[in-house]
C-alpha cells in the first residue's frame, strides 16, 4: 500500500502521525513524501531496521542519522539525501537529484544509485557496501576522513570528483568488522578524477579480495608537498589519460597502460612501485609526454609495444623487461643497486645519461643501445649476461651507435664492463 507523509513541516520518520493512517512505513508500503514547502525529514531509529517497498521523496530534504533502513525496489530523491551515522541499503534502481553528503554511515546494497547532483564525502569512516554501484555525476569531493568499499561495491565517476588533503580510499575493507574483500573505482570516459593531496599520502589502498582502479577518462595529480601513492592495480582501458601536474604520482600496485596515456609536467614525478613493492607494471607501446621524471624503484616495468618515453627516465631498482624497443628519449639516470634490463628487447638512450651507482644488468640478449652521451661514473659498472634477482638467461650487449658516446669516469681501479 501507498504510505503518504501527512504534514507540511519536518518531521522524524518514527513518528506516526506523520504518516497516512498513522502508523510508521513497513515491508509492504510504497513510501511517499512531497511536502508543499520545503522541509527536512529524517529517520532517526537508533538500534532498529525498517524494510519498505519503495520510496519516492520530492522536494524535501531526506537524512538517515541512526539505524537501518532498507529499500527493496526503487528509491527516488528529488532533492539532498544525506546518510550521517546511519545504514542506508538500496537494492533496486535509486537517484538522488540534488547532493549526496556522508559523514560516517554505510551506504550499500546490491543496487544502483546514480548520485546525479554531485557528491560530499565529509569525514569519518564512510562505508560502501555490498554487490551494487554508486554512480558520480556532477562534481563531487572527498575533503575528510576515508571511503571504503566492501563486498565488491564499485564507487564509479561520471564527472569531476577531487580528492583532497589527508583523505584516502581503501578497496576491500569494513572499518566496523565482517569485511567481505572486493571493491573497485571506475572512472568512465567522462569521467576526471582529481588527487590533490598535499602531503605524503597513500590516496588509494587494498586491503582484501578482487580490488582495482580503472581508467577510460583523465587521472590528474595536482597537489604538492608530497607522494600520492595508488597502491592497487591501475588498468588504463585505452582511451583513458594520467597527468601529472604538481608534486609525484606514483603507481605501486602494478597494472597496464599505453605510455601515450601519460603526461608528467617538469618538476613531477610519475614512479612505478615507488614503495618497494615488487608489481608488475605493463606499458603497451605508444609515447609519454612532458619534461618531469618516470621513475622506476622495483618490481617489474614490462614493454610489449614499443614504447618511448619523452621525460627523464630514472632507475634505482627493478627490472625492465621486454622483447621489443624501450626509447628513452630524455636520457637515463640509473642510480641504485641492482638494476636489471631482461628480455630479447632494446633499451635506447638519447640525449644524456648516467650510471652513477650500483649495478646495471643486461641478461637473456638484451641490448643496451647508446645514440647520446652515456657517461658511468665512480664505483659502478654494467655486467652482460646476469641476473641479480634469479637464474640469468645469458646474454647481453652494450651497443655505442655511430655519433654517440660512452664515457668511462670510474675513480677506481673498477671493471666497467664485464
Known amino acids: 500500500m501507498t504510505k ?10 518514527t513518528t506516526p502521525g506523520n504518516w497516512s493512517g498513522g502508523t510508521v512505513p513497513s515491508s509492504s508500503d510504497d513510501v511517499v513524501i512531497n511536502t508543499a514547502d520545503f522541509h527536512t525529514i529524517d529517520y532517526s531509529n537508533s538500534g532498529n531496521t525498517v524494510t519498505v517497498n519503495s520510496l519516492s521523496v520530492g522536494n524535501d530534504a531526506f537524512t538517515a542519522t541512526a539505524g537501518t533502513l532498507i529499500v527493496s525496489n526503487a528509491a527516488t530523491f528529488a532533492n539532498t539525501l544525506k546518510v550521517q551515522n546511519a545504514v542506508l541499503t538500496l537494492d533496486g534502481t535509486s537517484s538522488v537529484t540534488g547532493l549526496y553528503t556522508q559523514l560516517n554511515g554505510t551506504l550499500g546494497g546490491p543496487g544502483t544509485v546514480t548520485l546525479a547532483g554531485g557528491a560530499a564525502f565529509t569525514g569519518g569512516q564512510m562505508l560502501m557496501s555490498g554487490s551494487g554501484t554508486a554512480v558520480l555525476q556532477g562534481a563531487s569531493t572527498l575533503t575528510s576522513g576515508g571511503i571504503f568499499l566492501d563486498g565488491g561495491y564499485v564507487l564509479e565517476n561520471q564527472g569531476t570528483f577531487t580528492e583532497s588533503q589527508t583523505t584516502s580510499i581503501t578497496l576491500g575493507e569494513n572499518p566496523a568488522g565482517g569485511t567481505l ?61 594520467v597527468s601529472v601536474m604538481a608534486g609525484e604520482f606514483d603507481l605501486n600496485g602494478g597494472g597496464s597502460s599505453s605510455a601515450t596515456a601519460f603526461s608528467v609536467a617538469s618538476g613531477t614525478t610519475l614512479g612505478f612501485n615507488a614503495n618497494g613493492s615488487g608489481d608488475t607494471f605493463t606499458l603497451s607501446g605508444g609515447t609519454s609526454a612532458g619534461a618531469g621524471t618516470v621513475f622506476l624503484e ?12 619523452e621525460n627523464l ?72 649476461g646476469e641476473n641479480p634477482f634469479s637464474t640469468s638467461l645469458g646474454g647481453g650487449t652494450l651497443k655505442n651507435d655511430a655519433g654517440a658516446t660512452i664515457i668511462f669516469n670510474n675513480a677506481f681501479n673498477d671493471t666497467a664492463v664485464q
Open 181 to 241: 574483500g572486493g571493491g573497485k573505482l571506475q572512472n568512465d570516459a567522462s569521467g576526471t578524477i582529481v588527487f590533490n593531496n598535499t602531503s605524503t599520502d597513500t590516496a588509494l589502498s587494498a586491503n582484501s579480495g578482487t580490488v582495482s582502479f580503472t581508467n577510460a577518462g583523465a587521472v590528474q595529480n595536482t597537489g604538492l608537498g608530497g607522494d600520492t601513492r595508488i597502491n592497487v592495480t591501475f588498468t588504463d582501458t585505452g582511451s583513458g589519460s
Open 4 to 13: 503518504n507523509w501527512l504534514n507540511d513541516t519536518d518531521g522524524e520518520w
Open 298 to 309: 622495483s618490481g617489474e616495468l614490462s614493454i610489449t609495444g614499443a614504447t618511448t618515453i
Open 313 to 384: 627516465f630514472k632507475q634505482t631498482g627493478g627490472e625492465v623487461a621486454g622483447a621489443t624497443t624501450f626509447t628513452l628519449a630524455g636520457g637515463a639516470q640509473f642510480a641504485g643497486g641492482s638494476m636489471l634490463m631482461t628480455g630479447t628487447g632494446t633499451t635506447v638512450l638519447e640525449g644524456t645519461s648516467t650510471l652513477s651507482s650500483g649495478a646495471l644488468d643486461i641478461d637473456g640478449g638484451y641490448v643496451l643501445e647508446n645514440k647520446g652521451t652515456f657517461t658511468e661514473n665512480g664505483s659502478v659498472s654494467i655486467n652482460l
